[in-house]
């Protein structure tokens, strides 16, 4: 078990930027969770995945944001066009189906400039 | 839908001193609630959860929490606090289905230790 991994740990960015998180999960967690975190406030749900299938969405998550699991396994979350509001700690989850337990990953720290 | 408020975002207790962490949930079906802890550039770390056994819940590094309908409360304590347990902690509820099991997260309390 080495845990959930996150990639990059820090992305500096220029607004109108495109940039891309990858996620590694656990590798026997078929669920798959994407949260934001703004300074000084809990992280907010964004989106969730069940092996390869995105099966909820957050109102949070315009139409900018892209995440895909293409293969069940690893994950990508996509921001397009990056606006300074988008300067936010994304943490990254998993857990397995029918245990309610979800491990975090580090984070990955997007600063928009 | 399910929601959680963490009353105070900042707690100073001196070392040794009891650690007490307040934390009231609002669901309309009986709650799955945990406790979690973030350390600073981490990720966070689960400390305890109440899944509908036992009301007193004991966790790692010497917290326990009680979950009280009457009160939707779910408070977090530690008897003596350590330098180490200067971190910000979160209290959240899950949503338990098929559709997976999604955690709302309170504000979080930012916990100082004085020596």
């Known amino acids: 078990d080495t845990g959930v991994s996150q990639d990059p740990r820090h992305k500096i960015t220029k607004r109108g930027q495109n940039v891309t998180f990858r996620c590694d999960p656990i590798s026997e967690h078929n669920r798959l969770y994407w949260y934001r975190q703004t300074l000084g406030q809990g992280p907010e749900f964004l989106t969730y995945?069940?092996?390869?299938?995105?099966?909820?969405k957050s109102r949070l998550l315009s139409d900018r944001f892209s995440a895909e699991r293409p293969k069940g396994s690893f994950s990508t979350l996509e921001i397009q066009r990056t606006e300074q509001g988008d300067s936010a700690m994304y943490l990254c989850?998993?857990?397995?189906?029918?245990?309610?337990?979800?491990?975090f990953g580090s984070g990955t720290q997007l600063s928009v400039l | 839908a399910q929601s959680v408020t963490q009353l105070g975002s900042h707690v100073s207790v001196s070392e040794g001193a009891l650690v007490l962490l307040r934390c009231n949930y609002s669901s309309s079906v009986p709650p799955y609630l945990f406790w979690y802890v973030q350390y600073p550039n981490q990720g966070l770390q689960l400390l305890l959860k109440y899944t509908s056994a036992a009301t007193l819940v004991k966790g790692i590094n010497g917290f326990e929490a009680e979950f009280k309908k009457s009160e939707t409360s779910f408070h977090l304590t530690k008897p003596s606090a350590h330098m180490s347990d200067a971190a910000e902690y979160f209290c959240a509820v899950m949503r338990v289905g098929a559709a997976g099991n999604k955690l709302t997260f309170g504000g979080g309390t930012r916990v100082l230790v004085k020596p």
């Open positions: 989850a998993s857990s397995r189906q029918g245990n309610e337990k979800l491990f």
């Open positions: 995945f069940q092996n390869e299938a995105q099966l909820e």
